[in-house]
C-alpha cells in the first residue's frame, strides 16, 4: 500500500508499505543543483556534505554512530533537483531513524573549522570524477547538451567552492531547507499517522517555497586528448521528452532496445559481431524539467569514429524495421527489471523521490501500465534523431 499527504506545513509525507522488517527513512528537499549559479556552483551538494558534519546535539561521529550502530546505513546524495539525507535500518529503530535525520535537517552547525576541511574533501572528489575516464566523459556530455550554469558539473569548480563561504551556505540554507520544500519518503515496515505526525509536531512552516529556473538545452560534440590512458571512452546523448509527456515511456523503450543489456540492438552490434568494446550501456538521467538518453561505449580510439557511425546507424536501422514483436520483447525486459528492482527498499524511496518532484509519488504505480501502452509508432518516431551530442576522451 502507498501512502502520499501534503500536511499543513507544507511537507510531502510518503509512504510505501512493507511487512520485511527493514525500513528506508529519507528526508529530501526541493533543492539542487538547478537552483544555482556559476558563482556559488556546487553549494547545495556542500550542503549536502555539511549536514553530516554535526548538530548542538551531535558530533559527526555521534550521528553515524546512532545508526550504524542500530544496524543502519546511512548516505545522501545531491542532484539537479532535490538534496536528499536518507538511512535504511531495520524498522523497529525507525524512530532514531527519524530522530537523527531530522536533527541533521533541521540544526546543522556548520562549523567554520569542518567546514574548511570538508571543501578539501570535496577538491579530492573532483579529482576522482576527473581522473576517472567513464565519470569524467559522463560529466562531460552534460555541458554539451544544457548551456551554463546547469551545464556545468553538480559539484562545482575549484573557484566557485572557495566562494562559497560559511555565510553563504548559511543564507542558502535557511531560505531552503524548510517544510515547504521537503519529503519524507519511507519505504517499509511503518506507521503512516506517525508519520505525519512527527512531520507536522517537528517542523513549523516557515520560509518560502523554491521555484526551479528554466533551463536552455544545447548540443554539441568534442573530443579531448588525455595523456596515460589507453582506452577511448565516449558518449551519445540526446534529449527525450520529460516525464510528464506520455512520450518519455516510448524514449525509455527506445534506450533498453539500444543499449539496455547484453541483448541490445548496440550491443549485438558493437561487441558482440565487431568485438569493438567491452563495456556497451545506456541509461536515462532525467528528474522533473530535463531529460536525456545516453549510451557510454568504451573502445580502441582508432575505433572512435567507426562506434560513432555504429549508433547512427543503428537508430536509422529502428525508424525502419523495429517491429511489434522485438518491441513487447524490450517491454517485458523493462517490466522485470523494474520487479526486481522492487525487491530494494532503497531503489525504491530513490524511484519514489524522483517521481515526487516529477509531480506526484504516486505515479510510479502506473510505471508498468505506461510502459505496456507504449506505441511502435512513437519509438519509431524517437529514433529519428536530429539533434545529439557526442563527447570522447582519447589518448594523446
Request: with cysteine.
Amino acid at each position: 500500500m502507498m501512502y502520499r499527504k501534503v500536511l499543513r506545513n507544507g511537507m510531502t509525507v510518503v509512504l510505501k508499505e512493507r511487512e520485511n522488517g527493514v525500513v528506508c527513512v529519507a528526508f529530501a528537499v526541493r533543492f539542487g543543483a538547478i537552483n544555482e549559479t556559476l558563482d556559488n556552483k556546487g553549494i547545495a551538494h556542500f550542503i549536502e556534505h555539511m549536514l553530516y558534519k554535526g548538530t548542538p546535539s551531535r558530533d559527526a561521529r555521534k550521528i553515524s554512530m546512532e545508526i550504524e550502530r542500530n544496524g543502519g546505513e546511512l548516505n545522501g546524495f545531491t542532484s539537479e533537483q532535490i538534496t536528499a539525507f536518507w538511512c535504511k535500518m531495520p524498522s523497529k529503530h525507525v524512530d532514531v531513524a527519524l530522530d537523527v535525520l531530522s536533527d541533521m535537517v533541521k540544526n546543522p552547525l556548520f562549523d567554520e573549522k569542518e567546514l574548511n576541511k570538508e571543501r578539501e574533501v570535496i577538491f579530492q572528489e573532483m579529482k576522482l570524477y576527473q581522473d576517472n575516464p567513464r565519470y569524467h566523459v559522463l560529466n562531460k556530455i552534460k555541458s554539451l547538451l544544457y548551456k551554463q550554469p546547469f551545464g556545468a558539473p553538480i559539484i562545482g569548480s575549484k573557484k566557485s567552492m572557495n566562494s562559497n563561504s560559511r555565510i553563504r551556505l548559511k543564507e542558502m540554507f535557511d531560505e531552503v531547507y524548510n517544510p515547504k520544500n521537503m519529503i519524507l519518503c519511507v519505504v517499509g515496515d511503518a506507521n503512516f499517522e506517525k508519520l505525519c505526525d512527527f512531520a507536522e509536531k517537528n517542523f513549523t512552516n516557515v520560509g518560502m517555497k523554491v521555484k526551479y529556473p528554466p533551463i536552455k538545452t544545447s548540443s554539441g560534440s568534442k573530443i579531448e586528448k588525455r595523456k596515460s590512458i589507453d582506452q577511448a571512452n565516449l558518449v551519445f546523448a540526446y534529449h527525450i521528452p520529460k516525464p510528464d509527456n506520455k512520450l518519455y515511456y516510448a524514449a525509455y523503450v527506445l534506450n533498453m532496445l539500444m543499449a539496455g543489456g547484453m541483448s541490445s540492438r548496440l550491443f549485438s552490434e558493437i561487441r558482440e559481431k565487431r568485438n569493438l568494446a567491452y563495456a556497451v550501456k545506456g541509461s536515462t538521467s532525467n528528474e522533473k524539467d530535463y531529460s536525456f538518453n545516453q549510451i557510454y561505449v568504451g573502445t580502441t580510439p582508432q575505433s572512435v569514429q567507426k562506434v560513432k557511425s555504429l549508433i547512427l546507424e543503428e537508430f536509422k536501422k529502428v525508424n525502419k524495421n523495429l517491429d511489434l514483436d522485438e518491441l513487447n520483447q524490450v517491454k517485458e525486459q523493462i517490466t522485470g527489471n523494474y520487479l526486481i528492482s522492487q525487491e530494494d527498499s532503497q531503489e525504491v524511496m530513490m524511484n519514489l523521490l524522483g517521481y515526487e518532484i516529477s509531480g506526484n509519488a504516486k505515479d510510479m504505480e502506473k510505471f508498468i501500465e505506461n510502459i505496456k501502452n507504449v506505441k511502435l509508432s512513437d519509438v519509431k518516431k524517437l529514433a529519428k534523431i536530429k539533434k545529439y551530442s557526442f563527447f570522447a576522451l582519447v589518448p594523446e
